[in-house]
């Protein structure tokens, strides 16, 4: 265990900044946090979380993904991708950290998504504890700990001073980076904001929610329940809910002609939307009920279905802040069975 002071902060990011590019939260021009590339005078953001997750790191919003020129019968491919550097964000809450545990399920397997597979190689992750988990916070209902969060060093903030742990190879090169500005860590600090945090976890709204009545070999239990149409007759279909989800990875694959050559790009996607699965004989799931159905279901049975009971949801909360008609996964678990 290590320690930082706070006085140290700005040298300790100008250290990691001086060898590759740090990403930290920065509160933006409204005072929602976002990430963003640390430079001197760049202020670490105090909200709980971003707005956006962090799985921009891995899986943007959209990338390029190769370039060819066709002529007559001959097509000339061009991978122009250049290796990613490293890289190091720091602050990445246990909700998102747990979201590349998902993401890795899905990218990591065969076929090995190699876009996603050499971001992953590159990036180096500090985590921060949660000091003060919002009441629209679930991570436990996924056996998530925010007051002990993965990644390659865990970080809790601590009166005066960061305590850093190193949790991988990775984790200990970067402390090692910075050994001069850190000092001997205190176990005792972080016992004591843990329970700080593990208090107020269990006095928040959400600290009962139970997973009973989803999971595991439902499928044909939840499919037809009537309740998926009055769950989702106001959903707008606007993919806010899965734009701000950190596990949420579907996409699209488009080629764009330039003038000059193809380029293939690919860009989010979300099964909310009505385009989502069109094919030539037409859509798979026409209507917002099946599509609202789809969302639910892969995070709450068909993901664990396949995936030893881990549910596709971290409980992070952003889809119970941001959708526009109040409709998130927490109430979708409330009538399909989950108690709180
Ligand atoms: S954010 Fe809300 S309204 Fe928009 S697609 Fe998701 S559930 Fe529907
Ligand atoms: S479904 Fe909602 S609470 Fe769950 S991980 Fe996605 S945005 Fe967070």
Redesign the pocket.
């Known amino acids: 265990m290590k320690k930082l002071s706070f006085a140290k902060l700005n040298e300790f990011f100008a250290a990691i900044a001086a060898k590759e590019a740090l990403y930290l939260p920065v509160n933006n021009n409204v005072g929602k946090a976002e990430f963003k590339q640390w430079s001197e005078g760049v202020e670490l953001s105090h909200a709980l979380n971003t707005v956006r997750s962090a799985k921009d790191f891995f899986f943007p919003q959209t990338e390029n993904l190769m370039k060819f020129k066709m002529e007559g019968k001959s097509i000339e491919v061009s991978d122009d991708r250049a290796e990613c550097e490293d890289f190091v964000v720091f602050g990445v809450r246990a909700?998102d950290a747990a979201?590349f545990k998902i993401l890795d399920s899905v990218y990591l397997v065969d076929p090995i998504d190699t876009y996603y597979k050499n971001r992953r190689e590159h990036g180096t992750i500090i985590t921060l504890a949660c000091g003060k988990p919002a009441e629209t916070c679930?991570c436990g209902t996924f056996g998530i700990d925010a007051a002990d969060p993965a990644g390659d060093v865990t970080a809790w903030e601590t009166p005066g001073a960061y305590m850093l742990r190193a949790n991988t190879e990775k984790g200990e090169a970067l402390l090692a980076l910075v050994a001069d500005l850190l000092e001997e860590g205190c176990e005792k600090a972080v016992a004591e904001a843990q329970a700080k945090t593990r208090e107020i976890l269990s006095k928040l709204p959400l600290a009962g929610l139970s997973t009973e009545g989803v999971g595991v070999g439902m499928t044909k239990e939840l499919f037809d329940r009537p309740e998926w149409k009055t769950l989702s007759e106001s959903c707008l279909g606007c993919g806010t809910?899965t734009f701000?989800?950190?596990?949420?990875q579907c996409y699209d694959v488009r080629d764009f002609d330039t003038g000059n050559g193809i380029k293939r790009f690919r860009c989010w996607d979300s099964c909310m939307y009505s385009d989502f699965t069109l094919m030539a004989h037409g859509n798979s799931r026409n209507s917002q009920v099946e599509r609202f159905r789809q969302r639910f279901m892969h995070?709450l049975v068909y993901y664990p279905d396949r995936n030893n009971g881990t549910f596709g949801?971290?409980?992070?909360?952003?889809?119970?802040a941001r959708c526009p008609i109040s409709m998130?996964?927490v109430k979708v678990m409330k009538t399909l069975g989950g108690k709180n």
């Open positions: 909700c979201s679930f809910c701000v989800c950190p596990t949420c995070k949801c971290v409980g992070c909360g952003r889809c119970l998130n996964i």
